[in-house]
Protein backbone atom coordinates (compact mmCIF):
# COMPACT_ATOMS: atom_id res chain seq x y z
CA UNK A 1 0.00 0.00 0.00
CA UNK A 2 1.35 3.39 -1.11
CA UNK A 3 2.13 5.94 1.80
CA UNK A 4 0.85 9.58 1.43
CA UNK A 5 3.89 11.16 0.13
CA UNK A 6 3.55 8.59 -2.53
CA UNK A 7 -0.10 9.28 -3.25
CA UNK A 8 1.17 13.29 -2.89
CA UNK A 9 3.68 12.54 -5.67
CA UNK A 10 1.43 10.51 -7.83
CA UNK A 11 -1.46 13.58 -7.54
CA UNK A 12 -3.66 11.42 -5.99
CA UNK A 13 -3.83 14.10 -3.03
CA UNK A 14 -3.10 17.11 -3.42
CA UNK A 15 -0.08 19.29 -2.32
CA UNK A 16 1.74 23.11 -1.93
CA UNK A 17 4.68 21.98 -4.19
CA UNK A 18 7.90 23.52 -3.99
CA UNK A 19 10.12 21.68 -6.35
CA UNK A 20 9.97 18.34 -8.75
CA UNK A 21 12.16 16.45 -10.39
CA UNK A 22 12.74 12.64 -12.00
CA UNK A 23 13.27 11.57 -8.76
CA UNK A 24 12.80 13.80 -5.71
CA UNK A 25 9.66 16.28 -4.57
CA UNK A 26 9.57 18.93 -2.34
CA UNK A 27 6.22 20.40 -1.03
CA UNK A 28 5.23 22.74 1.66
CA UNK A 29 4.42 20.86 5.18
CA UNK A 30 0.84 21.30 6.12
CA UNK A 31 1.27 21.49 9.44
CA UNK A 32 4.65 23.72 9.81
CA UNK A 33 6.80 24.67 13.05
CA UNK A 34 7.85 27.61 10.84
CA UNK A 35 6.24 29.55 7.68
CA UNK A 36 8.19 28.09 4.91
CA UNK A 37 8.77 24.65 6.21
CA UNK A 38 8.88 21.94 3.63
CA UNK A 39 9.26 18.45 3.42
CA UNK A 40 11.73 17.05 0.67
CA UNK A 41 11.22 13.29 -0.26
CA UNK A 42 12.52 10.73 -2.65
CA UNK A 43 9.91 9.45 -5.17
CA UNK A 44 11.05 6.15 -4.86
CA UNK A 45 9.39 4.41 -1.66
CA UNK A 46 11.90 3.74 1.26
CA UNK A 47 10.88 3.67 4.88
CA UNK A 48 14.50 4.19 6.44
CA UNK A 49 16.70 7.12 4.92
CA UNK A 50 19.71 5.26 5.71
CA UNK A 51 17.90 2.32 3.84
CA UNK A 52 18.31 4.62 0.50
CA UNK A 53 21.09 3.75 -2.00
CA UNK A 54 24.08 5.79 -1.69
CA UNK A 55 23.77 7.69 -5.24
CA UNK A 56 19.82 8.13 -4.43
CA UNK A 57 20.89 9.46 -0.75
CA UNK A 58 23.37 12.03 -2.08
CA UNK A 59 20.75 13.33 -4.44
CA UNK A 60 18.07 13.68 -2.40
CA UNK A 61 20.45 16.11 0.02
CA UNK A 62 21.55 18.01 -3.13
CA UNK A 63 17.87 18.90 -4.19
CA UNK A 64 17.20 19.51 -0.48
CA UNK A 65 19.88 21.96 -0.43
CA UNK A 66 18.67 23.97 -3.63
CA UNK A 67 15.00 23.67 -1.96
CA UNK A 68 16.04 25.17 1.18
CA UNK A 69 18.14 28.32 -0.38
CA UNK A 70 15.18 28.99 -2.75
CA UNK A 71 13.05 28.91 1.11
CA UNK A 72 15.49 31.28 2.18
CA UNK A 73 15.43 33.89 -0.37
CA UNK A 74 11.43 34.45 0.17
CA UNK A 75 11.32 33.73 3.92
CA UNK A 76 13.46 35.49 6.46
CA UNK A 77 15.54 33.28 8.67
CA UNK A 78 18.89 33.05 10.56
CA UNK A 79 19.37 29.43 9.14
CA UNK A 80 17.67 26.51 7.55
CA UNK A 81 17.24 24.10 9.68
CA UNK A 82 17.28 20.20 8.75
CA UNK A 83 16.09 17.43 10.27
CA UNK A 84 15.36 13.60 9.88
CA UNK A 85 12.69 11.87 12.26
CA UNK A 86 11.22 9.48 10.04
CA UNK A 87 9.03 8.33 12.49
CA UNK A 88 5.62 9.59 11.28
CA UNK A 89 5.08 8.58 7.96
CA UNK A 90 6.95 5.64 6.59
CA UNK A 91 8.51 7.07 3.64
CA UNK A 92 11.93 8.85 3.92
CA UNK A 93 11.89 12.64 4.11
CA UNK A 94 13.88 15.62 4.89
CA UNK A 95 12.47 18.26 6.77
CA UNK A 96 13.53 21.88 5.66
CA UNK A 97 12.38 24.68 8.30
CA UNK A 98 13.21 28.21 8.48
CA UNK A 99 14.60 29.16 12.00
CA UNK A 100 15.74 31.65 14.20
CA UNK A 101 16.88 29.85 17.00
CA UNK A 102 17.54 26.18 17.83
CA UNK A 103 13.39 25.83 19.64
CA UNK A 104 12.26 26.92 16.14
CA UNK A 105 12.66 23.02 15.36
CA UNK A 106 11.12 22.10 18.72
CA UNK A 107 8.23 19.45 16.79
CA UNK A 108 5.86 20.25 20.53
CA UNK A 109 5.16 23.82 19.55
CA UNK A 110 2.18 24.05 18.41
CA UNK A 111 1.82 23.92 14.65
CA UNK A 112 1.19 27.54 12.49
CA UNK A 113 -2.05 27.77 10.02
CA UNK A 114 -2.17 29.32 6.75
CA UNK A 115 -4.91 29.62 4.66
CA UNK A 116 -4.90 28.08 1.57
CA UNK A 117 -4.12 30.85 -0.59
CA UNK A 118 -1.78 31.82 1.85
CA UNK A 119 -0.13 28.06 1.18
CA UNK A 120 -0.27 28.77 -2.56
CA UNK A 121 1.13 31.62 -2.61
CA UNK A 122 3.97 30.99 -0.41
CA UNK A 123 4.35 27.81 -2.48
CA UNK A 124 4.73 29.59 -6.23
CA UNK A 125 7.07 32.23 -4.27
CA UNK A 126 9.68 29.60 -3.65
CA UNK A 127 9.07 27.77 -6.75
CA UNK A 128 10.13 30.49 -8.90
CA UNK A 129 13.50 31.07 -6.97
CA UNK A 130 13.66 27.30 -7.08
CA UNK A 131 13.19 27.50 -10.80
CA UNK A 132 16.17 30.71 -10.46
CA UNK A 133 19.10 28.31 -9.25
Known amino acids: MATIFTKIVRG??????IAESENYYAFLDINPLAKGHTLVIPKNETDYILDIEDNEYKGLFAFAKKVGIAIEKIVSCKRMGITVIGLEVPH??????????IYD?????????????????????ISLEFDKL
Do not use: R, V, W
Open 12 to 17: EIPSYK
Open 92 to 101: AHIHLIPINS
Open 105 to 125: MDFKQPKLTFTNNEFKKLAEL
